[in-house]
């Protein structure tokens, strides 16, 4: 596509619910990459992929997030059991390759996620 | 892990007039970018600048990387550039995702 999307734009959910968050790259792109933005924390690196592996997961706040790829396009980002302080704009990013990230990375345009 | 740091946090200006960000790192890099965030939190790409010297219309920026700064310029702004400028780094001892600095918010006012 003509730039990187993302699905939903806006999320309300329960606290303690499950979330799927989705990413679809630019078109042609092997790296594609997750953040979040949030108020307290500013914008912070949650995970990258390369290709459908993920070098370093350290960036995950905790365990109950998780991110998959599949075919090396679309992504998914999972929050179990959803807790107040995920409320946030999580952003999602993807460059031509990964290569020690010397490639511009380009954005979407976010999903805002409220946890009530 | 890196530090970024940007200056100044707040800046407030006349529309017509000229500004310099700045961004520090603290340890050496593989990719610079500054952004701007537009009012609908949308990022938009300014400039890949890990090192040297790019112009694009009224912006321009500068790194130094030996001296771990980066400059961002913008000159006759214009209501239309008000928002976050960040600055971005992704370091060479670590992951490939990008580390933000806190940003730098500018008001142009007519």
């Known amino acids: 596509g003509a730039g990187v999307s993302q699905s939903p734009s806006n999320k309300v959910t329960e606290k303690g619910k499950d979330v799927e968050l989705r990413c679809d790259p630019i078109s042609g792109h092997t790296a594609l990459y997750w953040y979040r933005q949030s108020l307290g924390q500013g914008l912070e690196f949650l995970i990258y992929f390369q290709g459908n592996s993920a070098p370093d997961k350290s960036g995950l706040p905790s365990d109950r997030f998780s991110a998959e790829r599949t075919g090396g396009s679309v992504s998914t980002l999972t929050i179990q059991r959803t807790q107040q302080e995920d409320s946030a704009v999580y952003l999602c990013?993807?460059?031509?390759?990964?290569?020690?990230?010397?490639?511009?990375?380009?954005f979407g345009p976010g999903t805002r996620l409220l946890v009530l | 892990g890196i530090q970024v740091e940007q200056s100044p946090p707040d800046l407030i200006l006349q529309e017509g007039a000229n500004s310099t960000l700045r961004c520090n790192f603290s340890d050496s890099v593989n990719n610079l970018q500054w952004f701007h965030q537009n009012p609908w939190g949308q990022l938009i790409n300014l400039f890949y600048?890990?090192?040297g010297t790019k112009q694009n219309g009224r912006l321009s920026a500068t790194t130094v990387a030996t001296e771990r700064y980066s400059l961002l310029y913008i000159s006759s702004s214009q209501t239309t550039d008000s928002g976050v400028y960040f600055c971005?780094?992704?370091?060479?001892?670590?992951?490939?995702?990008?580390?933000f600095g806190k940003g730098t918010h500018l008001i142009i006012q007519p």
């Open positions: 971005a780094v992704v370091w060479r001892g670590g992951a490939d995702g990008l580390t």
């Open positions: 990013a993807s460059s031509q390759t990964s290569g020690g990230g010397q490639e511009t990375q380009y």
């Open positions: 600048i890990p090192s």
